[in-house]
């Protein structure tokens, strides 16, 4: 099995030659993203492994059908940069259902706590040898209300963590998870009293139709003054317009971000040489109570196993049996929706 791996990191190979070579499965290792121009380059391989930011359209999958690519395999849980119905009948696309819901969640609290109690600001304060306390006040996350839109695997862990620090839990989701709420701590309501009475949102839910844009200007509108937005999921989940006045007029009290809606040709690579064009990015980074980090929730070395190992036997699982339990149908659904583990 000869997979064409895209948009290849440094931190990406340890893991997958390791599990590569023990299942049989050969990687050829590329530095470009998937996309019309370099689709080329799958041709002759069994399949293509690729992340987030890789364009898989339409163009991208006629010609990967071209190249007589068998396989998608996503290595990672999220699938909107798929075009799933153009999929259907032409791709098998595999996915990573889970792989580290600590990584993300735990990465959620770090921003929202270096944000509400400035500690971004006093690092460099401190490197300067000034140790004046002015403008540091923060407050405490004991007894405020934190509202998690989705409650999968990654929010019922940050739920958790909220819980440990004596937060109040107002949930939503379209599937709630059965005995999450306790009708005290941790209740389901629907999404516009989470708005009115949350202190702090996070969103841990999949981009979809029904979720872009989720937090708009009217959403924003809903809030309370001074709520803090977190968002480790999908960028496009946030209007970034939107967001970027209600900080103006601040009805935002801080955003927390880890993904952003046009990160694509921005997240993962060095761009400081560079002048910045995104003018909405770069009014967002310039904020005092914005925090941006480059999608690097899922950054941990239990991660890269667990996305690493997954992948490897998704595909050694469809090749050796026709079928494997983390294929993706057209509209969305698993393999147990599938007739002999194929889209129909």
Known sequence: MNIAFFDTKQYDIPS????????????????????EDTAELARGYDGVCVFVN???????????????????????AGFNNVDMKYAFSKLHVLRVPAYSPYAVAEHTMAP?????????KAYIRTRDFNFSLAGFTGFDLYGKTV???????????????????????????KFPAKGLDNGDTI??????????KS???????????????????????????GVVILNTSRGALIDAEALLKGIKSRKVGAACL?????EADLFFEDNSGHIMEDDTLLRLISMPNVIVTSHQAFLTEE??????????KNIVGFFENGQCPNELCYRGGSAEDCKDGKCF
């Open 303 to 312: 991660a890269l196993e667990n996305i690493a190992e997954t992948t490897v």
């Open 147 to 173: 509202g998690v839109i989705g409650t999968g695997k990654i929010g019922r862990v940050f739920i958790d963590i909220c819980r440990g620090f004596g937060m109040k839990v107002l949930a939503y989701d």
């Open 199 to 225: 202190d702090i949102i996070s969103l841990h839910c999949p981009l979809t139709e029904d979720t872009h844009h989720m937090i708009n200007e009217a959403a924003i509108e809903k809030c309370k003054k």
């Open 16 to 35: 997958f030659e390791k599990y590569g070579s023990e299942y049989g499965v050969s990687f050829k290792f590329f530095d470009t993203k998937l996309n």
């Open 112 to 120: 929202l706590l270096t944000s509400i109690r400035r500690i971004h």
């Open 54 to 76: 890789d364009a898989v359209n339409a163009k991208v999958i006629d010609s990967l059908v071209d190249c007589g690519v068998k396989v998608l395999a996503l290595r990672c």
């Open 187 to 196: 209740r389901y309501v629907e999404k516009d009293e989470l708005f009115a």
């Open 258 to 262: 880890d993904v952003y809606e046009e």
